[in-house]
């Protein structure tokens, strides 16, 4: 498994940009799948994007497809998370995840887990 430690969250304005680093630890992160997940009050934790441990494809939720932006950089070990055009609807917390699998979008395929960052947007 990989320690997964998330930061870059915040408070920014309808419009505005974040970008989200998640950085792990352990021998095994160019060998996995990581996820970004998000999860506002009261909803379940939702897939938002994901990207495959050779970085060859990505995959996008429809609500963020063209505005945000996954990318990761094996030697550094993080998985990041550009974040576009925001909207007060992208307001939530932020978990990074990783998994073994490719092509899966569903919380319980992803077996290692951040400990979420807050990102607010405001109008």
């Known amino acids: 498994q990989v320690q997964l430690v998330e930061s870059g969250g915040g408070v920014v304005q309808t419009g505005g940009s974040l970008r989200l680093s998640c950085a792990a630890s352990g021998r095994t992160f160019s060998s996995v799948t990581m996820g970004w997940f998000r999860q506002a009050p009261g909803k379940e934790r939702e897939f938002v994007a994901a990207?495959?441990?050779?970085?060859?494809?990505?995959s996008y939720a429809d609500s963020v497809k063209g505005r945000f932006t996954i990318s990761r950089d094996n030697a550094k070990s993080t998985v990041y998370l550009q974040m576009n055009s925001l909207e007060v609807g992208d307001t939530a917390v932020y978990y990074c995840?990783?998994?073994?699998?490719?092509?899966?979008?569903?919380?319980?395929?992803?077996?290692?887990w951040g400990q979420g960052t807050q990102v607010t947007v405001s109008s």
């Open positions: 990207i495959r441990w050779d970085a060859t494809e990505t």
């Open positions: 995840a990783a998994t073994r699998y490719w092509g899966v979008t569903v919380a319980r395929a992803f077996g290692s």
